[in-house]
């Protein structure tokens, strides 16, 4: 259990920046900045923690880059850098580029994929409300939409698994999902473009995805993993490798 006294102390010069991001988790670990709050203001920063400004304005520099921070620009009681809400917009930015390194490998992105989903899907079976239903079914309306462009195809696709992550009530599951799926975003958009048969590959997503909207509404949720998780190994390897890597890739 994370000690509920942390204070703001003076930090070693040598590697400054990275000492100031340390002083800032140890407060975040502690409990005692929560989403929401602000960080006291950077000239306060500097006197709390003994460093130059420039070292205070790279480590938040860093956490807003990972999404921890946001900055609100103004001098009301809501402006200053403010404890993120929703992580996953920085969990996203970390794997799109890690996997534009080859740090992840796609091969890996996609078996983390079809783990996580498998699990949102049959939490979102056993969970979802209707305003749920109704975002998933949004999201197939918008797709069935003959002659849809493929940037909207894709954009639709993403949110309807966005909204059975959402659906399955767990915060973790579902910021870890909602990064994985909007991490291979580009890559599907990529495949998407060199399809000859688009309209059938097309029809065969929107097949798919009604099937598990179907069975979270039946509240099966052994069938609506196994649905999500076979559409996501099936697409990958039949479609996304096939016409990103060639035929001669050979089988997975």
Request: charged content about 25%.
């Amino acid at each position: 259990m994370a000690e509920t006294t942390a204070a703001w102390e003076p930090v070693p010069r040598s590697r400054t920046f990275e000492l100031v991001l340390a002083r800032i988790e140890e407060q975040i670990l502690a409990g005692n900045l929560r989403v929401g709050d602000r960080l006291p203001p950077e000239r306060e920063l500097v006197d709390l923690l003994g460093v130059s400004r420039a070292a205070v304005r790279e480590a938040l520099r860093v956490l807003e880059a990972q999404g921890v921070l946001r900055s609100r620009v103004g001098t009301g009681p809501a402006s200053g850098t403010v404890i993120a809400a929703m992580p996953s917009a920085g969990l996203t930015q970390l794997l799109r580029l890690h996997m534009a390194l080859a740090n992840f490998p796609l091969g890996d992105v996609v078996e983390a994929r079809a783990t996580l989903e498998r699990s949102s899907a049959r939490l979102a079976a056993e969970r979802a409300t209707e305003d749920d239903l109704a975002q998933m079914r949004d999201s197939l309306v918008r797709m069935d939409v003959a002659g849809l462009a493929r940037e909207q195809f894709n954009d639709c696709d993403t949110d309807f698994h966005v909204a059975i992550a959402e659906a399955g009530g767990n915060r973790l599951v579902a910021d870890m999902t909602i990064a994985v799926r909007n991490a291979v975003r580009h890559t599907l958009l990529t495949a998407f473009h060199k399809l000859s048969d688009w309209e059938a590959v097309a029809d065969r997503l929107r097949s798919e995805h009604h099937a598990i909207y179907e069975a979270i509404v039946e509240r099966d949720a052994e069938r609506a993993g196994d649905l999500v998780e076979e559409h996501i190994r099936g697409f990958h390897h039949d479609i996304v490798r096939t016409v990103l890597e060639g035929p001669e890739a050979g089988p997975s």
